[in-house]
T-cell receptor
Framework: DGGITQSPKYLFRKEGQNVTLSCEQN?????MYWYRQDPGQGLRLIYY???????QKGDIAEGYSVSREKKESFPLTVTSAQKNPTAFYLC??????????????FGDGTRLSIL | AQRVTQPEKLLSVFKGAPVELKCNYS??????LFWYVQYSRQRLQLLLR??SRESIKGFTADLNKGETSFHLKKPFAQEEDSAMYYC?????????????FGQGTTLQVKP
């Protein structure tokens, strides 16, 4: 089943610990995105990347970091600086930019909780 | 400010009744709008986009620039339409693909 794979499905973080959420896609998409979903708030953009080795901050980037060393991979690190990390994290990808914006394809998500 | 507002958290209708999920946006540029849907235990997926002017699963949405709205409509709701619906606005210079999502509306279709 092609698409976007996020792992793990559930993740627990201890205080002061950094954790990394994995996102892999086999759609050959150029652009990738990370969103945070909280109850009643919809999806908020954390970081996005339009091309390998390049990424930009979204609306709520503080306390998070990303890398884009390969086209198919866009891992998200939740650092200890993120004071309220408990949330559902969604990764998405799209064919990229151009004349018209392409629809985004989503993974199943990772639920992060604090121990 | 760029913003998408879905005023209803929950919309409950009976099977066969018309459905309208409201979406209003705030954006100074030329808007490109989408509706995404998440069925129970499934991934968030694209339902339709205004630029395509298509009807998917009986749903349609018309962009009204005067009222800055992109309401999702279906004349006769089915039980399988029960899901969470998100309206999204594409923003950013040079078509970055960035999306701003509304808070979402849960549609509950009762038998």
């Amino acid at each position: 089943d092609g698409g976007i794979t996020q792992s793990p499905k559930y993740l627990f973080r201890k205080e002061g610990q950094n954790v990394t959420l994995s996102c892999e896609q086999n759609l050959n998409h150029d652009a990738m995105y990370w969103y945070r979903q909280d109850p009643g708030q919809g999806l908020r953009l954390i970081y996005y990347s339009q091309i390998v080795n390049d990424f930009q901050k979204g609306d709520i980037a503080e306390g998070y970091s990303v890398s884009r060393e390969k086209k198919e991979s866009f891992p998200l690190t939740v650092t200890s600086a993120q004071k309220n990390p408990t949330a559902f994290y969604l990764c998405a990808s799209s064919r990229g930019t151009g004349v018209s914006n392409q629809p985004q394809h989503f993974g199943d998500g990772t639920r992060l909780s604090i121990l | 400010a760029q913003r998408v507002t879905q005023p209803e958290k929950l919309l409950s209708v009976f099977k066969g009744a018309p459905v309208e999920l409201k979406c209003n946006y705030s954006y100074s540029g030329s808007p490109e709008l989408f509706w995404y849907v998440q069925y129970s235990r499934q991934r968030l997926q694209l339902l339709l986009r205004h630029i395509s002017r298509e009807s998917i699963k009986g749903f349609t949405a018309d962009l009204n620039k005067g009222e800055t709205s992109f309401h999702l409509k279906k004349p006769f709701a089915q039980e399988e339409d029960s899901a969470m619906y998100y309206c999204a606005l594409s923003v950013g210079p040079g078509n970055t693909g960035k999306l701003i999502f509304g808070q979402g509306t849960t549609l509950q279709v009762k038998p």
